[in-house]
Nanobody, 127 residues
Framework: QVQLVESGGGSVQAGGSLRLSCGASGYNDRGACMGWFRQAPGKEREGVASIYYSGGKTYYADSVKGRFAISQDNAKNTLYLQMNSLKPEDTAMYYC????????????????????WGQGTQVTVSS
């Protein structure tokens, strides 16, 4: 049984940093993608960053490029999201997702193409 557990969320001031972690137990699909999504109140869940499980190619939403970095430690079965220069508009519930589709040479940023989900961790950025 696959279980994804996020941690590392919290409240920070604008310009601050947080590192999210996602522990993935029971998961070892080297042919798929893992990713981070976020959902703010009243908004759709959107893709933030994704990475091919076997390493290499990453995807970032335009709104976080240059500020966020996705990485993974396959030995620990853990996915990370380093978030720097945080802005109030980054405030959302952040979700880890796995078993994402590899489409046209890249990990999908569409939530519909990910099968496993964590419960989320809240990130709040104050101005």
């Amino acid at each position: 049984q696959v279980q994804l557990v996020e941690s590392g969320g919290g409240s920070v001031q604008a310009g601050g940093s947080l590192r999210l972690s996602c522990g993935a137990s029971g998961y070892n699909d080297r042919g798929a993608c893992m990713g981070w999504f976020r959902q703010a109140p009243g908004k759709e869940r959107e893709g933030v960053a994704s990475i091919y499980y076997s390493g290499g190619k990453t995807y970032y939403a335009d709104s976080v490029k240059g500020r966020f970095a996705i990485s993974q430690d396959n030995a620990k079965n853990t996915l990370y999201l380093q978030m720097n220069s945080l802005k109030p508009e980054d405030t959302a519930m952040y979700y880890c997702a796995a078993a994402g589709a590899w489409i046209n040479g890249a990990c999908s940023s569409n939530k519909e193409y990910y099968y496993y989900w964590g419960q989320g961790t809240q990130v709040t950025v104050s101005s």
